[in-house]
């Protein structure tokens, strides 16, 4: 830890040989704390991301930067205010922005007093062109030993968050929530709701215009996420529709990273294939043969079905299914019961025949068959 010290004077005065008076003023000590900062690149990047990369290392050297500064979590009793620190730039991003690796460590160097406190937040300026995903920070420097920063969520309860916090933390919440206003860019991370009021498109033709769906007293849900366009030209209540190939507003936090981005399109690209080529061997097949209507359904109950057991392949002792009910009296209360059942059985027969032959010797002994060619 290099230590700056502040200039100290003192003064004394002898009024006599036994009487001597010493005043000494100190200046708060500053102190210089190294933060490491871990950013993770892209693994494919196309064309316009490389040279808009490149734009951002020359930027950097002109003064561009990477600028962050620390929080404390303490109160400045003069400002009332939160402590910060000197702002600090990330250093050889120039450099450093063409490794071919996943992650890479830049490093800053942060001033702060001796009072300053425990550091609570560090506030993160991007002036580049090009977004670039910070994974955490970590500051070595304090006394209380290194600082891990994880950047992905707020380490505080809301009841619980320093007094040097809470206006960071309201400003947090305002760029979560918005203020209802404005449309949405892709670089937002508001979470504010409409209604379904873009599942039409009146301005194509008023066939194409479709009714808002929620928003009203009875029917208050379902909600989209709000992105503010405008109206259309021809209804006012509709909003303005967004065509391929323009992406939709979704909130920056929700959006897919690069790996899962790619994982949900292998997936999907699987998922279609994996009932495409089935459904085109089916159209293609001569033996594909559909029922065209209910009367070929009951063709099979009234005409019967050959089946064969698996068994006695040559064929001595074949067997027809048939719809026969058994002799019951027309006027029993069972027979509109039987009547209904007996389909529902012949069809359990067939499928369990598939399935497996000891069943289907189990509804030998028990469904009603009538032989054929013994």
């Known amino acids: 830890m290099d230590l700056i010290k502040g200039s100290s004077s003192s003064s004394s005065s002898s009024l006599s040989s036994s009487s001597t008076s010493l005043v000494s003023t100190e200046k708060p000590v ?5 933060a490491v900062i871990t950013v993770r690149n892209k693994i494919k990047e196309d064309l316009k991301e ?3 990369k490149h734009i951002d290392a020359l930027a950097d050297k002109i003064g561009r930067n990477v600028v962050l500064e620390l929080v404390s979590t303490e109160i400045d009793p003069k400002t009332k205010a939160a402590k910060k620190s000197t702002e600090a730039v990330l250093k050889d991003w120039s450099k450093k922005s063409n490794l071919k690796v996943e992650r890479v460590n830049y490093t800053a160097e942060f001033i702060v007093d001796s009072n300053f406190g425990e550091p609570g937040a560090i506030t993160v300026t991007n002036k580049h062109q090009k977004e670039f995903f910070l994974e955490s920070i970590t500051i070595e420097g ?19 968050t320093p007094a040097g916090l809470r ?12 203020d209802g206003k404005g449309v949405r860019n892709l670089s937002d991370r508001i979470y504010d709701y409409d209604i379904y009021n873009d599942l039409g498109n009146p301005d194509k033709g008023i066939e194409y215009a479709r009714p808002n769906l929620g928003g009203s007293d ?6 989209r996420c709000r992105t503010g366009r405008e109206p259309s030209d021809t209804d ?3 909003e303005s529709r967004v065509e391929k190939p323009l992406p939709m507003y979704v909130p920056r936090d929700e959006r897919f990273e690069e790996s899962k981005q790619n994982t949900f399109t292998v997936k999907r690209l699987k998922a279609v294939l994996h009932n495409l080529i089935p459904g085109l061997k089916a159209s293609l097949s001569a033996s594909n043969q559909d029922f065209n209507e209910f009367s070929d359904v009951d063709g ?17 002792m074949p067997l027809m299914v048939g719809n026969h009910m058994p002799h019951v009296p027309y006027f029993s209360p069972h027979h509109v019961t039987l009547s209904n059942l007996w389909p529902l059985n012949l069809a359990s027969l067939l ?5 497996d032959q000891s069943v289907w010797l189990h509804h030998l002994l028990m469904q009603p068959l009538t032989g054929c060619g013994c």
């Open 351 to 355: 499928l369990d025949l598939v399935l």
């Open 167 to 178: 206006l960071l933390r309201e400003k947090e919440l305002r760029n979560l929530r918005g």
């Open 50 to 52: 490389t040279i808009v």
């Open 218 to 223: 009875m029917y208050p849900y379902p909600r």
């Open 142 to 160: 304090f006394a209380t030993g290194p600082v891990h920063f994880p950047c992905n969520s707020w380490p505080y309860l809301p009841g619980d």
């Open 236 to 238: 006012m209540y509709a």
């Open 30 to 34: 500053k102190f210089k704390v190294r």
């Open 300 to 316: 099979l109950y009234s005409e019967g079905l050959l089946i064969k057991l698996g068994l006695q392949d040559d064929g001595s």
